[in-house]
T-cell receptor
């Protein structure tokens, strides 16, 4: 069974631009969560989706948004990029809302 | 709010030596607890998890962890370190045991000397 896939793997943007990251969960998994990983703040929860509904949201500004489609694929969007948004963005999927999360390889975003 | 503390951002051991990575959590109720490992330029891989039941949990690659409620700890151990164990290790809790929003510790980078 294929793992969690994230596209693109690497991305370079400039300040003020917006970016969309994509996550395809493991087949059959309905829950998708997103995390931001930075050297300074570590791993921080962004949001969680289950059956197309956002169930939980972390402490991030409104520039960070996401959605989940009927096939459980998820996207996250960051608008008006700032230098501090440079990070590894990790997606994780699980069978249900309370099951173990399996992580993808991440998308490394660099904001110049 | 729940928090996770990993003592020691860097731990160095010799190959064949015991590995001990420390994790303490703060919670009013026993949470679900996890250890993940991250190799360079990769995502997180689950090593083991504790939900309920037996407090000694065995995971992959010879790792195990013991949940101690009285000490609010979930330390990770491995009897004999291999060079391939060099990586960053993260302890995490699921704050509400419902929904998938993990709170992670700051991570411990394990170095293994030949």
């Amino acid at each position: 069974k294929a793992g969690v896939t994230q596209t693109p793997r690497y991305l370079i943007k400039t300040r003020g631009q917006q970016v969309t990251l994509s996550c395809s969960p493991i087949s059959g998994h309905r829950s998708v969560s997103w995390y931001q990983q930075t050297p300074g703040q570590g791993l921080q929860f962004l949001f969680e989706y289950f059956s197309e509904t956002q169930r939980n949201k972390g402490n991030f500004p409104g520039r960070f948004s996401g959605r989940q489609f009927s096939n459980s694929r998820s996207e996250m969007n960051v608008s008006t990029l700032e230098l501090g948004d440079s990070a590894l963005y990790l997606c994780a999927s699980s069978l249900t809302e309370t099951d173990t999360q399996y992580f993808g390889p991440g998308t490394r975003l660099t904001v110049l | 709010a729940q928090s996770v503390t990993q003592l020691g951002s860097h731990v160095s051991v010799s190959e064949g030596a015991l590995v001990l990575l420390r994790c303490n959590y703060s919670s009013s109720v026993p949470p679900y607890l996890f250890w993940y490992v991250q190799y360079p330029n990769q995502g997180l891989q689950l090593l083991l998890k504790y939900t309920t039941g037996a407090t000694l949990v065995k995971g992959i690659n010879g790792f195990e962890a013991e949940f101690k409620k009285s000490e609010t700890s979930f330390h990770l151990t491995k009897p004999s370190a291999h060079m391939s164990d060099a990586a960053e290790y993260f302890c995490a809790v699921n704050p509400n045991n419902a929904g998938n929003m993990l709170t992670f510790g700051g991570g411990t980078r394990l170095m293994v000397k030949p």
